[in-house]
């Protein structure tokens, strides 16, 4: 398995352990590092893993959790860390994510996430190809 097709089925772990509602999947997914941190919407950053693997639980266990699904993942990577830019679809609505990930023991594990919501733009007023795109990539 290359780098790249092991990160991204990291990353897509991560998003299927979120919908199925499985904190101890999500928290294996984390380093076990005190240096790890998430900034979720409209949040302050939560450092430290006993914070952001509770800010997980706190989220995967609420009843009204929302639904997510990733779309357009891109990984880049870096020796041993990683990073996958994707299109998270909460309730519908696509937010930017990056996750950070460090290889560790030979897997790849997760040591940040972020996600926020994107700005709404016009849609351009020309068909032209050279135009610039509005995609996260």
Do not use: K
Not at 47 to 76: M, T
């Amino acid at each position: 398995m290359t780098d790249t097709s092991a990160i991204t089925a990291a990353n897509a772990a991560f998003y299927e352990a979120f919908s199925a509602g499985d904190v101890e999947a999500v928290a294996r997914l984390w380093a076990d590092d005190d240096g790890i941190s998430c900034i979720h919407p409209g949040w302050p950053a939560i450092i430290g893993r006993e914070a952001v693997v509770g800010s997980w639980r706190d989220i995967l266990q609420n009843p009204s959790r929302p639904q997510v699904a990733c779309a357009e993942p891109y990984a880049i990577i870096d020796g041993d860390s990683g990073r996958v830019l994707c299109i998270e679809i909460v309730d519908g609505t696509p937010l930017a994510a990056c996750n950070h990930f460090r290889r560790i023991d030979g897997a790849w594990r997760m040591v940040h996430h972020q996600s926020s919501p994107i700005a709404q733009t016009a849609a351009p007023a020309t068909d032209d190809p050279s135009s610039p795109s509005h995609r996260l990539h």
